[in-house]
């Protein structure tokens, strides 16, 4: 088979859905490899048995399948991008279910996997890369995390979508209840932002003196809970930002 003929293959509807399920079992795995790491003892199969997860997973590719061939953004990116973020979103279907089973110490991942949804969504409209994918590749909780590469992404994807808002409440053709709720939005995100900012720079200071020996650990333990606090709340106001927005 020549390459050119691969990539026809590979491009019909019937291949590019089955690499949505692939996209959908790469994300499984994964999230099993990662409760491993944190001592679960979850296997896959047990996974897998959490049937509404499982169940939802695959009404979602369905329905990101025919929504990707409506707009015609249908491809090999797309396919396995949201059948990655279709698995990850069926954790959102209840609490205490699936994602209990396999959860981490990643106390913000719910947060990631909503953002991820904002993500898929934007996808199927066929806009530009949105800003949160850079946020949630930065905050994902794995090995390569750092809460101060997670905490700089969330101030650049805060001044992103502050700009947004700004020019959404200029504009006279914008109705008054939708203007009201971006800056209020806004004026809650703001703070958390600006002080989230400070305590990563006290952060990176404490690691620099403890890299010294002069620092202690337990004014680094004060700081990264601190820290993880104020991450969260970044992500929780920039996803009110977002939907507020959005309308």
């Known amino acids: 088979m020549s390459p050119e003929e691969l990539k026809a293959l590979l491009s019909t509807p019937t291949a590019l859905f089955v690499l949505m399920l692939?996209?959908?079992f790469a994300s499984m795995l994964k999230q099993v490899s990662d409760a491993k790491k944190n001592e679960s003892d979850v296997t896959l199969g047990s996974?897998?048995?959490?049937?509404?997860?499982?169940?939802?997973?695959?009404?979602?590719?369905?329905?990101?399948?025919?929504?990707?061939?409506?707009?015609?953004?249908?491809?090999?990116a797309s396919a396995v991008g949201i059948g990655y973020m279709a698995n990850s979103g069926a954790d959102l279907v209840r609490m205490g279910g699936r994602s209990a089973a396999v959860a981490?110490?990643?106390?913000?991942?719910?947060l990631i996997t909503l953002l991820a949804a904002v993500v898929a969504l934007c996808a199927l409209g066929g806009c530009a890369t949105s800003p949160t994918s850079v946020l949630q590749v930065a905050c994902e909780q794995q090995e390569a995390y750092r809460v101060e590469r997670c905490a700089k992404a969330i101030a650049e994807t805060y001044e992103v979508y502050q700009r947004r808002g700004q020019e959404l409440v200029s504009r006279p053709d914008t109705p008054q209840v939708l203007k009201d709720l971006v800056r209020k939005a806004d004026a809650?995100?703001?703070?958390?932002?600006?002080?989230?900012?400070?305590?990563?720079?006290?952060?990176?200071a404490i690691k620099v003196q403890i890299a010294a020996g002069t620092g202690t650990p337990e004014a680094m333990a004060a700081q990264e809970q601190a820290l993880a606090k104020l991450v969260t709340d970044g992500l929780l106001s920039i996803d009110a930002l977002i939907r507020a927005i959005a309308g």
Request: no cysteine; hydrophobic share 50%.
């Open 47 to 76: 996974y897998l048995a959490h049937w509404p997860e499982t169940i939802t997973t695959i009404i979602s590719n369905i329905f990101a399948f025919i929504g990707l061939l409506m707009v015609d953004q249908l491809n090999f």
């Open 104 to 110: 981490t110490k990643a106390s913000a991942h719910w």
């Open 22 to 24: 692939v996209g959908s």
């Open 188 to 204: 809650r995100a703001t703070p958390v932002v600006v002080e989230l900012l400070r305590t990563t720079q006290s952060y990176l």
